[in-house]
């Protein structure tokens, strides 16, 4: 057991550092796009980029995904591992993008300033402190699987915790994209989603648009969700040991 405590711990370590690694490189091109796109510094609304920009940026988050899901499974020995590696590797890599901006350009000046977090399947918003706290439970959850793994009494996620923590992750994800998805919705845009940015109607409404409220009872409400399927799954643990 205190070899497998070795080598996890070494485990998180290597996987601490490339999740910072990355971190500032997510954070290096963020900086180089805002140079070009915001050279008065990031703020709303939102300068429409190039469809071809789009793209480009829309495969970048999807390799970002790909980088970390084979990552955990190279690190990871069964599904529990790579689960907590990947969603551990996923959590530190968004808190040191912020990191790494706040350090190297000032920005966020605030926990509440508003960012875009990703963009797919359309634009995810929010103030900057809401994705963080999402990576601090992704981090709890991913540290009680390895607890567990490590004891040797590994949890097994059961279908009431699935559904709890698919639930919460559903309605955050709800309160990022809720705003976009009502003026796509609103506007009639949902027929030619696949070319939006082609669309001169949707331009001029996103070049016109300054988010102003964010529904923190709705994400309050996933996240206590969440934590409720992470204290069960502790209390599973303890009851396995």
Known sequence: MKQLYKD??????????????????ESAVVIYLRKIYYPDGFSFPLVVIPPDMLTFEVLRELATIFMLISISIIAGKNFNQRLAYFLYNFAVWDIFYYVWLKATIGWPPSPLTWDILFLIPTNWIGPVLAPIICSFTMIALSIIILIFEVRKCPIRIGAIQWALLLSGAIVIFITFIK???????????????????????????????IPSHFNWWLFSIGEATILTAIVILYIKGRKNK
């Open 8 to 25: 996890t711990f070494k485990t998180i370590i290597l996987l601490t550092i490339f999740g910072i690694a990355m971190g500032y490189l």
């Open 179 to 209: 705003d976009f998805a009502r003026i796509i919705i609103k506007g009639g845009y949902i027929t030619q989603f696949t070319s939006l940015m082609r669309d001169s109607g949707f331009k001029n409404t996103i070049e016109n648009y």
